[in-house]
């Protein structure tokens, strides 16, 4: 039985490790179209939803992206890098299976990136629902920040005029996997 909405909620975290057992194509299809159910201003829809089970593609999105995050030269940068180091060095933590969601650039400019978030989490929710580990792979933009950017977008069939939103893993985590954040209720106030 699929988690009802506030358990997925509550026990979705960010898997950073996966095994290579891929998800069913049954349950990413019902994922799929949560992703494109989601809710976007103006319902404008300024995105796709890739689905990517192809392991060359996602080995050669990851050697890119290292590439491309050791390659930048500014501080803030390097301690991504080396963050991402000390967890294995891997920017997609060796998953089966991704879905990529390019954008278009919304009126006014930056409004496709809520909605791109809003995409995303509804991904990783409907994931966690059917028993699925989940990362929301923001890095993902870095295997898109270098000489391959024409070359990925050709090979994911990004529309003209899209470009890299994010990314989410899925899959299914190593051992019994991690655990969600701790919540921070001090960050709730209510007025009445
Ligand atoms: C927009 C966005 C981008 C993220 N990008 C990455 C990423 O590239 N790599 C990573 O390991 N985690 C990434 N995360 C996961 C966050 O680090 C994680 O959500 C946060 O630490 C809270 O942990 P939890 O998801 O387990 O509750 C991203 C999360 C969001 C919402």
């Not at 997925?8 to 069913?24: E, H, N, V």
């Not at 494109?36 to 404008?44: D, E, I, L, T, Y």
């Not at 991904?123 to 870095?142: E, M, R, Y």
């Not at 990004?158 to 919540?183: M, Q």
Request: aromatic share 8%; hydrophobic share 45%.
């Amino acid at each position: 039985m699929p988690l009802d909405t506030i358990e997925a909620i509550l026990t979705r975290y960010s898997c950073r490790a996966f095994t290579d057992r891929m998800p069913s194509d049954e349950d990413l299809r019902i994922i799929a179209r949560a992703a494109v159910a989601s809710p976007s201003g103006v319902n404008r829809q300024l995105w796709r939803v890739i689905v990517v089970k192809n392991k060359e593609l996602i080995a050669d999105l990851e050697a890119e992206g290292m590439k491309n995050l050791a390659a930048l030269p500014d501080l803030p940068n390097r301690g991504t890098y080396e963050r991402i180091l000390a967890r294995g060095g891997k920017l997609y933590y060796n998953t089966p299976c991704l879905i990529v969601v390019p954008i278009a650039q919304a009126q006014p400019t930056g409004a496709e990136l809520f909605d791109c978030g809003i995409v995303a989490e509804n991904i990783a929710l409907a994931a966690t629902a059917l028993g699925i580990n989940s990362l929301i792979c923001g890095l993902s933009g870095f295997s898109f920040a270098g000489d391959k950017r024409v070359e990925f977008k050709r090979r994911l069939g990004f529309p003209d005029g899209y470009e890299i939103g994010i990314a989410v893993l899925l899959g299914y985590a190593v051992n019994s996997g991690g655990k969600p954040h701790e919540p921070d209720v001090a960050k709730i106030s209510y007025i009445d």
